[in-house]
Each structure stands twice: as structure tokens, then as C-alpha cells.
């Protein structure tokens, strides 16, 4: 799809919004408890761990697509469900998604595109998702999460799952998964080379990984 479709197609979804997107009946977006994070999505009655909440919708456009959406439409938001392709939601809050990062989840992405309880929830309690369980890409996800929990790991990234101990502790969706089987310690040591926007010194994480390698 050339940008001009995509910027023709995103001006109607503004004016038009539409619910590309299902969200369970049994959430509701509030403003999220965490801050600087805008709305977020909410239980409005318990949920038992294992129950979907959101199956995602929307439209499959390239990185370099969907990297010229959000540079237009910061309010766009998308998931990437393969090395090469983002999944792009639009519209209001109604009819997106809204559910924020945290570094310790309740919720985790099964599949590509389906949103499930990691825990069982209570009523009234903030859905998140760690969004370095996600994406693959050498940017900063946060420099300075907010979330709260003792877990908090600040820095958050693209590339959290290059870390031995993030991999052990997390479900990550399929493409994640698929690339963590098929990196082996040199392609790691040698990604984690070539970041240009992350900062090993700030990533507890990676800068953990990344000593280990070349002490190895």
C-alpha cells in the first residue's frame, strides 16, 4: 500500500472511527493509575487468568509504513506481528486497544494479535502488558518507566529480550519467540554491538547480557 493510501485511508478513519479491534465487555477504558500513561483499560469485574481480552485489529503495513503513520498521527498506535510488519490501530480509545506497559504484567501477547490475563484480575484493577515481550528493534520503549512495581526496570527496549534473564521470566509473542530460538550467544553479542539508540549503561539488563558475553 503506497503512503498516499495509507494517509487517504488514516484522514477517513479519523473523521469515521471504527472499532477495528474486540475488547472483552468485562474491561473499560479509565484513565490509567500510571503516570504520564493517558488512559488505560480496565477490569470492571474479576477475570480469571487465561481469558482473552483484546483480539486485535486493524491494518498490516510495513515498519517503514507504519513508521510514517506515527511521524503524522502520533495518536496511532500497532503492535508488530513479524520482523518486517506492524499491525496499526486507529481511532479513539473506544475502539483501540489502551492497554499500557508495565514491567510486571498482568496480560501477555498469545499469538500475534490476541491479548490474554497472565494472572487472574480483580475488578477494578489496570490491564498492561510488557511491551518489551513485543517488539524487536533497536529504540527506547522508556527511559524512565514509570510503573511502580519493585520489578520497575526504568530503561525499557526494543531489544529487553536479548537478555538471558528477561527471556527466562516473560512469554513473548510468536515472532519473539521464533527469533530468541533462532539467536544463538554471537548474533546476540554482536546486535547488542550495533545499538545505536539504546544505552547499555542504562539497561540493567542488557548491560548484564552484554558482560556476560564478552566474559564468556
Not at 507504519?66 to 481511532?91: C, E
Not at 512495581?149 to 519473539?176: I, M, P
Amino acid at each position: 500500500m503506497k503512503i498516499s493510501r495509507i494517509n487517504e485511508l488514516i484522514d477517513w478513519l479519523d473523521k469515521n472511527p471504527i472499532g477495528l479491534s474486540w475488547m472483552s465487555p468485562q474491561t473499560e477504558v479509565r484513565p490509567s493509575l500510571i503516570p504520564n500513561a493517558g488512559n488505560g483499560r480496565f477490569a470492571t469485574e474479576d477475570i480469571d487468568a487465561g481469558e482473552t481480552v483484546v483480539l486485535a485489529g486493524g491494518i498490516v503495513l510495513t515498519v517503514e509504513e507504519y513508521n510514517a503513520v506515527k511521524s503524522r498521527w502520533n495518536f496511532a498506535t500497532g503492535g508488530q506481528i513479524d520482523p518486517n510488519h506492524m499491525l496499526l490501530q486507529m481511532g479513539t480509545d473506544k475502539y483501540a486497544a489502551t492497554i499500557n506497559h508495565t514491567c510486571k504484567p498482568n496480560c501477555y501477547v498469545s499469538g500475534q494479535m490476541c491479548i490474554k490475563t497472565l494472572t487472574d484480575i480483580k475488578k477494578d484493577e489496570e490491564l498492561s502488558v510488557d511491551y518489551g515481550t513485543i517488539h524487536d528493534d533497536d529504540v527506547l520503549q522508556f527511559e524512565n518507566c514509570q510503573c511502580g512495581f519493585v520489578e520497575c526496570r526504568t530503561y525499557v527496549t526494543g531489544k529487553d529480550w536479548l537478555s538471558s534473564d528477561f527471556q527466562k521470566a516473560n512469554r513473548f509473542t510468536l515472532h519473539l519467540f521464533e527469533k530468541i530460538k533462532g539467536t544463538n550467544d554471537q548474533a546476540k553479542l554482536e546486535q547488542l554491538k550495533r545499538l545505536q539508540k539504546i544505552d547499555l549503561n542504562k539497561s540493567e539488563l542488557l548491560k548484564k547480557e552484554y558482560e556476560a558475553l564478552i566474559n564468556d
